[in-house]
Structure formats: C-alpha cells, structure tokens
C-alpha cells in the first residue's frame, strides 16, 4: 500500500474518510474510480486522488455514489 506524499489540504471534510475505508475495504484507487465511472461519476485519476488529498471539493453526485460503493452512509463520510 503506498503512503500519502503529500499533506491533507482543506479543500473538502471527505476526502481522509474516503481514503480510509477504501483502504480498508483493500479496493485499489484504480478499481475504485472504474467503480464510480460505472455509476455515472465522469472522474478521472488525478481528480480522485485531489478528492482523496483534501485538495478539491467533492461534488455531491461523488459521495453519494462514494458512499453507495463502500456500503456506508453518507454521513460516515464526514465523521471525524
């Protein structure tokens, strides 16, 4: 598993849950964001990684179907 090279920005409240439970659920970035694609989110994989980074926003389209892909609420996504 690699290791973020770069600081969390503050771009979005999201993106270090998002990382960590897709680590944790072991699915790759690549397969994720093929994941999202099939659910209609048009992302490629320097947008994701800035989602994941804090570095931009997260569209609400994404956490719905982020949420929907790592089978939790919406609201665990913004957990602290």
Known sequence: MKIRKNAYGSANLVGKNVERLRKAKG????DFIA??????????????????????????????VISKILNVKMEDLFAE
């Open 35 to 64: 994941k999202m694609q099939v659910m209609g989110c048009d992302i490629n994989p320097t947008s994701y990684s800035k989602l994941e980074g804090q570095v931009r926003s997260a569209t609400d389209k994404e956490i719905y």
């Open 27 to 30: 699915i790759k970035q690549k």
